[in-house]
């Protein structure tokens, strides 16, 4: 990424930055210490990175397909979902749900894992829509997802999930 500093008297304390096109372009105050710019734009061309991505993302896999998909086979298309979206920025969890707005987001590295993985995860937050805590009501739902199980069991075999508390705490 190709990257311009365009340094001001005017601007007193903040930088900022935008891409155009492929280049970022980075104001910043005059006299500000370059180690710090450095980290400044180290931490703009991550942000740069993720909003790309995710971009990329959700253009290409189109997540409310499989959404649909879910909500047909088993909830008889039922399901509200106001948006479904991949996220970059999420390490802790694969995925949440606002079960008020009903937007789910949906981590990029589950691209990485099988598509029934995947599902399983979209299914899950899906499930959080009827019932937002993990409760037995919640997990009765989620079990009618064919795969749960497995899908539990590769989560857990990547070293994900190791107890149900534990998992409590990855999803929310
Ligand atoms: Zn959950």
Sequence with gaps: MEVKIICSQKRKKTVSARMVKDKMLVYAPDGIPAVHLERI????????????????????????????????????????IAAI????????????????????????????????????????????IIEPNHSRAFWKIVSRYRLAERARGYLMAKGFERTREHLDRLWI
């Excluded at 180290?42 to 909500?71: M, S, W, Y």
């Excluded at 970059?88 to 079960?99: A, E, H, L, R, V």
């Excluded at 707005?101 to 995947?118: F, G, N, Q, T």
């Design 41 to 80: 734009i180290q931490n703009f061309k991550r942000r740069f990175k993720q909003q790309r991505l995710k971009k990329e993302l959700n253009t290409k896999e189109d997540l409310a397909v499989i959404a649909q998909r879910l909500n047909e086979r088993y909830f008889k298309g039922k399901l509200e």
């Design 85 to 128: 979206e991949y996220i970059t920025d999420q390490y802790k969890k694969f995925g949440c749900c606002n079960y008020k707005s009903k937007v789910i987001r949906i981590s990029h590295r589950l691209l990485e894992m099988p598509p029934w993985v995947r599902d399983y995860v979209v299914f899950h937050e899906m499930a959080h």
